[in-house]
């Protein structure tokens, strides 16, 4: 259930000071799961890529962010499982608080699961992502088409748990990794030093 799943998450938070989603009345709604990629100008800056499994979504620290580019391999790092609300949280997370720093919703939509046993047969997206690869194809604002994220590194006392992101199939041209600092919300059209200091965007995705 997301009471246990969202432990660590809130476990992490204090909602008195942040205005993150707590994620009590989190339902699935149905339909084609969700996928979000968020810009995070936390201590280092990074892009959470999430996809909804179930009742959370599953999350991963992207430094690099994703490519559009199959030829390059994004380290992403998991973190821990968010609520689905998170899909639409853009705004500061105050200092002193995990996490702390500026949001945007760089892009969002919905993902198809793709992965597939050695005969072809469907596989359970969420047991694929346990056994280590999972495949799908993103439905997004910015990001289209088919992505694997495989693990090569298990969890442990020797250090954390990696895995690669990377675009399958053809390049698409100039739709790369864009600059963060420059980069505008798909929700509001606002940078991330539009969203820290309160004004407004342009609608420009």
């Not at 949280?89 to 995990?98: D, L, M, N």
């Not at 820290?196 to 420009?204: K, L, S």
């Amino acid at each position: 259930m997301a009471e246990d799943r969202l432990r660590t998450y809130r476990g992490k938070r204090d909602f008195g000071r942040t205005g993150e989603p707590s994620g009590r009345a989190t339902a699935d709604g149905g339909g084609r799961p969700r996928f979000v990629v968020q810009i995070h100008d936390a201590r280092r800056m990074h892009f959470d890529f999430r996809l909804q499994v179930g009742d959370v979504l599953k999350s991963w620290s992207v430094p690099k962010g994703p490519s559009a580019d199959p030829a390059d391999k994004r380290l992403a790092v998991p973190t821990e499982d968010h609520p689905l609300e998170y899909e639409d949280f853009e705004g500061v997370i105050p200092k002193g608080e995990y996490g702390g720093g500026t949001v945007i919703v760089w892009d969002h939509g919905t993902y198809e699961p793709l992965s597939h046993d050695r005969r072809g047969r469907p596989v359970d997206f969420a047991d694929s992502l346990e056994r280590g690869h999972a495949t799908f194809r993103l439905h997004g604002a910015k990001l289209h088409g088919e992505y694997a994220l495989t693990r090569f590194r298990e969890g442990g006392a020797d250090g954390e748990e990696a895995w690669l992101l990377v675009r399958k199939g053809p390049a698409r041209p100039g739709h790369g990794t864009p600059d963060p600092r420059r980069a505008r919300s798909v929700r509001t059209g606002r940078t991330l030093a539009q969203v820290a200091a309160g004004t407004g965007g342009d609608g420009a995705p």
